[in-house]
């Protein structure tokens, strides 16, 4: 059981380029999130989805986009990448029901925009 | 928009020692309030959580603390490894239609052997 999987680990971009971040889940969950971690500021909510076709905006959206055709799949578009981009981003799902349960995160992916 | 005000920002202790990690919230709506424990280059994994209907909970060396009415809750990691060595993350409920936990800032611990 693999989780939550993140591609790539690691990627430099230059500025206003574009590039997709790839998370898979395969728990059959129906909520997923994507965070940014800032050093010492914890984790920021840029989006959120309740399930396949539905997506919306967490606190710190700007300067990105989402789709989830699918439960497994929850991809982060960046389309004119910034410095300020510069993050680790994680993907996170969960299961919410009547019971809710703890969200699972993936190990991330490292990006440097220069 | 949900607060959640954590502290230290970083702790050092030796082992076998009790680290006390602080967390406060302004408000909830929903009832699960749980820890993260996260290693350098990996994500965050639950360590802990607690419902508000109860005022402690234990697992192993790790017990949580909640003040509902002080709307607090504190992390103490008894006896102490170096293999704790970590960053430790709260997080408390997000009164949004997604279920959103909103994070504490982090809390580094540092046990020296």
């Known amino acids: 059981n693999a989780g939550v999987t993140q591609t790539p680990k690691f990627r430099i971009l230059k500025i206003g380029q574009s590039m997709t971040l790839q998370c898979t889940q395969d728990?059959?969950?129906?909520?997923m999130y994507w965070y940014r971690q800032d050093p010492g500021m914890g984790l920021k909510l840029i989006y959120y989805?309740?399930?396949?076709?539905?997506?919306d905006k967490g606190e710190v959206p700007n300067g990105y986009n989402v789709s989830r055709s699918t439960t497994e799949d929850f991809p982060l578009r960046l389309e004119l990448a910034a410095p300020s981009q510069t993050s680790v981003y994680f993907c996170?799902?969960?299961?919410?029901?009547?019971?809710?349960?703890?969200?699972?995160f993936g190990d991330g992916t490292r990006l440097s925009i220069l | 928009q949900q607060q959640v005000k954590q502290s230290p920002q970083s702790l050092i202790v030796q082992k076998g020692g009790i680290p006390i990690i602080n967390c406060a919230y302004e408000?909830?709506?929903?009832?699960?309030f749980p820890w993260y424990q996260q290693f350098p280059g990996k994500g965050p994994a639950l360590l802990i959580a607690?419902?508000?209907?109860?005022s402690e909970k234990k697992e192993g060396r790790f017990t949580i603390s909640f003040n509902k009415s002080a709307k607090q809750f504190s992390l103490h990691i008894m006896d102490s490894q170096p293999g704790d060595s970590a960053t430790y993350f709260c997080?408390?409920?997000?009164?949004?239609?997604?279920?959103?936990?909103?994070f504490g800032s982090g809390t580094q611990l540092t046990v020296l052997p």
């Open positions: 996170a799902s969960s299961y919410i029901g009547i019971s809710n349960q703890p969200q699972h």
């Open positions: 997080a408390a409920p997000y009164s949004g239609s997604a279920r959103q936990l909103t």
């Open positions: 607690i419902r508000p209907d109860v």
């Open positions: 408000n909830t709506a929903f009832d699960y």
């Open positions: 989805s309740v399930g396949a076709g539905i997506t």
């Open positions: 728990m059959n969950h129906n909520y």
